[in-house]
């Protein structure tokens, strides 16, 4: 964790895939419960039962089949499968010991009532809920809202409630606001992580208590997501058209698959629009963006400082600028935009001689 007391928190577990690591010894599942971690570590619950199926498809940011391993201090080997970025949300200082942040609660305790963990994770494990049990009958899930609309799905319980997820669902206490409700599928759901640059494979979750873990599968049509506005965690798309709106803070916000509207706040903010047709809105302050693939359009409309890492002109990316007083200036990184209501937006690697006005260049 930095000075601020967040993230990323790396999350080993006791399994492996093919082709394993020389020397490759998990912990035996009947083991866990006296097993002290090496320091630097904690031990997750172990009661924990998933309600969907579905493995690993690598460790994190690398690419499909490829796993990276831990040896630990006792000569057990540990798969690295997840990163956590993880918040209480409402946070109440006074409910905890001093010196504890609202970082820090998450690992600290299960949230009290009307709050909640939010885990913004990167985790390469497509996660299919079945439509009917094995004796050909419906199957009914358990779903949470916020105010806002972002919907997830009750995805693990407390090992306990394993034949009997409506009790756990039952006694949660979420914040103010949010609805409950349940219902069964006419096939089976799989739900993906947001998929986005450099193997980012990103879930938005949430916990009520340590074993209850909740996964996004709808969006909010505001844009708000529910980790808006905690330092830290990155808000995150899906893999549809999303639309992510930004707070007064600095953020990082991923766009994921599909032709999304990425929209930055009055903080430094880092957007990344990824795979598809993006439309990238930095706000006032010190922005850093990139397109990925796909025809993005970049909007440049306040008096902001911006640096373009990935405009392409092969791909039809647009510069659309709010004001026609501007000029261009050729430096030893790339063209540099500026006028009186335009701030500067540095285009890394591109000419002024690139830029076609009416065409990658609109104002």
Same mark, same amino acid.
């Given at each position: 964790?930095?000075?601020?007391?967040?993230? !990323?928190?790396?999350?080993?577990?006791?399994?492996?895939?093919?082709?394993? !690591?020389?020397?490759?010894?998990?912990? !035996?599942?009947? %083991?866990?419960?006296?097993?002290?971690?090496?320091?630097?570590?904690?031990?997750?619950?172990? /009661?924990?039962?998933?309600?969907?199926?579905?493995?690993?498809? *690598?460790?994190?940011?690398?690419?499909?089949?490829?796993?990276?391993?831990?040896?630990?201090? =006792?000569?057990?080997?540990?798969?690295?499968?997840?990163?956590?970025?993880?918040?209480?949300?409402?946070?109440?200082?006074?409910?905890?010991?001093?010196?504890?942040?609202?970082? *820090?609660?998450?690992?600290?305790?299960?949230?009290?009532?009307?709050?909640?963990?939010?885990?913004?994770?990167?985790?390469? =494990?497509?996660?299919?809920?079945?439509?009917?049990? %094995?004796?050909?009958?419906?199957?009914?899930?358990?779903? $949470?809202?916020?105010?806002?609309?972002?919907?997830?799905?009750?995805?693990?319980?407390?090992?306990?409630?394993?034949?009997?997820?409506?009790?756990?669902?039952? @006694? $949660?206490?979420? !914040?103010?606001?949010?609805?409950?409700?349940?219902?069964?599928?006419?096939?089976? /759901?799989?739900?993906?992580?947001?998929?986005?640059?450099?193997?980012?494979?990103?879930?938005? =979750?949430?916990?009520?208590?340590?074993?209850?873990?909740?996964?996004?599968? @709808?969006?909010?049509?505001?844009?708000?997501?529910?980790?808006?506005?905690?330092?830290?965690?990155?808000?995150?798309?899906?893999? %549809?058209?999303?639309?992510?709106?930004?707070? @007064?803070?600095? @953020?990082?916000?991923?766009?994921?698959?599909?032709?999304?509207?990425? +929209? #930055?706040?009055?903080?430094?903010?880092?957007?990344? #629009?990824?795979?598809?047709?993006?439309?990238? +809105?930095?706000?006032?302050?010190?922005? *850093?963006?990139?397109?990925?693939?796909?025809?993005?359009?970049?909007?440049?409309?306040?008096?902001?400082?911006?640096?373009?890492?990935?405009? *392409?002109?092969?791909?039809?990316?647009?510069?659309?600028?709010?004001?026609?007083? +501007? $000029?261009?200036?050729?430096?030893?990184?790339?063209?540099?935009?500026?006028?009186?209501?335009?701030?500067?937006? /540095?285009?890394?690697?591109?000419?002024?001689?690139?830029?076609? $006005?009416?065409?990658?260049?609109?104002?």
């Amino acid at each position: 964790m930095n000075k601020a007391g967040y993230g !990323p928190i790396g999350v080993y577990v006791n399994l492996g895939y093919e082709p394993y !690591p020389q020397n490759y010894n998990p912990l !035996p599942d009947s %083991e866990f419960d006296s097993y002290d971690p090496d320091p630097g570590f904690i031990k997750n619950t172990g /009661l924990r039962t998933p309600l969907f199926t579905g493995g690993f498809l *690598s460790s994190p940011l690398l690419n499909d089949g490829s796993y990276s391993y831990l040896l630990d201090s =006792q000569d057990y080997t540990w798969l690295y499968n997840t990163v956590n970025y993880m918040a209480v949300a409402p946070f109440r200082p006074t409910l905890y010991p001093r010196g504890i942040t609202r970082y *820090s609660a998450a690992l600290y305790a299960p949230p009290p009532p009307r709050s909640i963990q939010i885990v913004v994770n990167d985790k390469n =494990q497509p996660q299919i809920f079945a439509a009917r049990d %094995e004796q050909d009958s419906p199957i009914t899930y358990y779903f $949470a809202t916020d105010k806002n609309g972002n919907k997830f799905i009750l995805g693990s319980i407390d090992s306990k409630y394993a034949d009997d997820p409506s009790a756990p669902f039952a @006694e $949660a206490v979420l !914040p103010r606001g949010w609805l409950k409700s349940a219902a069964t599928f006419d096939q089976d /759901l799989t739900i993906y992580p947001g998929y986005g640059d450099g193997n980012r494979r990103i879930f938005n =979750q949430f916990r009520d208590n340590l074993t209850n873990n909740y996964f996004q599968v @709808e969006f909010a049509a505001n844009g708000r997501s529910v980790a808006r506005g905690i330092p830290g965690l990155p808000l995150a798309g899906g893999n %549809e058209n999303d639309l992510i709106v930004g707070s @007064e803070i600095s @953020e990082k916000i991923y766009g994921g698959r599909g032709d999304d509207s990425l +929209f #930055g706040g009055r903080g430094d903010d880092q957007i990344w #629009g990824d795979d598809g047709d993006d439309l990238l +809105f930095p706000g006032a302050n010190k922005n *850093s963006l990139w397109g990925g693939a796909g025809r993005d359009t970049f909007y440049v409309n306040t008096r902001g400082t911006n640096t373009i890492y990935d405009i *392409s002109t092969a791909e039809g990316d647009v510069l659309r600028l709010s004001s026609s007083r +501007f $000029a261009v200036v050729d430096t030893e990184d790339g063209a540099l935009i500026k006028g009186p209501r335009l701030g500067h937006t /540095l285009l890394l690697g591109i000419e002024s001689a690139d830029l076609i $006005a009416g065409q990658n260049l609109i104002f």
